[in-house]
């Protein structure tokens, strides 16, 4: 069942939506070479404390859909050919990588989750390319988010798009339902079939996130065992925003 939100909830999870938006924006400031994923970590996680917050990540049990260990960190770091839910580490980063940061909020009550994918130093061009279409991904899709609408939509629009830019999306991961609880129905696929699906309603609160990989989809454990990373180590990006539907439109709660 998709839980609906009131509106007093959602001002709540927007007002930690903020939050959040600000910590990664902080966070942003210190991608370069030679930084180790650790410091970022750390750095979250002492802003999500002082903040009133607590880290949504750090102890969770079920990570891309099967239990596993408590998740060890606040922050999810995942660098070139891993996709998602990687272990901080004190590797530095190096010049070219392109590394996801994924964080999620505990905030009064609610949670709120977001990721970005950022250049470390000078990239390449195919990976330049990367991170441009899958942030217009998250862009495309957030604009099929209206009542009326059905999840299979916002699915077809991420993997049209996608697609006809020559990169592939995810299949075996998705994005969520949030709230109370971080991981909530409905599962949003970034593929799928117009008109298909549930269909969208007035006060949903959602996170789309667009998963995209230069070769092939198909994706396997991190040695970190936390992780997954593409089968063929060819190069990945997330982007992720928590979304409501309010007053009949799209308003992104992880956005300053």
């Keep these: 069942m998709i839980l609906i939100k009131t509106p007093e909830e959602i001002k ?11 910590i990664m924006r ?58 998602v839910h990687g272990l901080p580490s004190k590797e530095p980063l190096a010049e070219g990588d392109i590394v996801s940061l994924d964080l999620g909020l505990f905030y009064k009550g609610f949670h709120t989750d977001m990721a970005r994918t950022f250049a470390v130093g000078t990239i390449s061009s195919e990976a330049k390319k990367l991170l441009e279409v899958t942030k217009k991904a998250l ?81 396997k454990k991190s040695p970190d065992g936390f992780g997954y990373q593409t089968q063929d180590g060819s190069l990945t990006c997330h982007f992720e925003d928590t979304v409501a539907v309010l007053n009949g439109r799209a308003v992104i709660l992880t956005k300053l």
């Design 12 to 22: 709540t999870m927007a007002e930690g939506g903020r939050i959040l938006a600000r």
């Design 26 to 83: 902080e966070l942003e400031k210190l991608v370069r070479p030679g930084i180790t994923t650790q410091d970022l970590d750390g750095l979250a996680e002492s802003l999500i404390f002082k903040s009133g917050g607590e880290c949504s990540f750090k102890g969770y049990e079920d990570h891309g859909g099967e239990p596993v260990e408590p998740f060890p960190n606040c922050l999810c770091v995942s660098i070139n050919e891993v996709m």
């Design 139 to 219: 862009e495309i899709a957030i604009r099929e988010v209206k009542p009326g609408q059905h999840f299979g939509d916002i699915e077809w629009a991420t993997q049209n798009y996608v697609e006809s830019q020559g990169f592939n999306v995810v299949r075996e991961l998705c994005g969520h339902g949030i709230g109370r609880q971080l991981h909530e129905e409905p599962q949003i696929m970034n593929f799928g079939k117009e008109g298909t699906g549930e269909e969208i309603k007035e006060g949903m609160v959602f996170c789309i996130e667009p998963m995209v990989s230069v070769g092939h989809w198909k994706l």
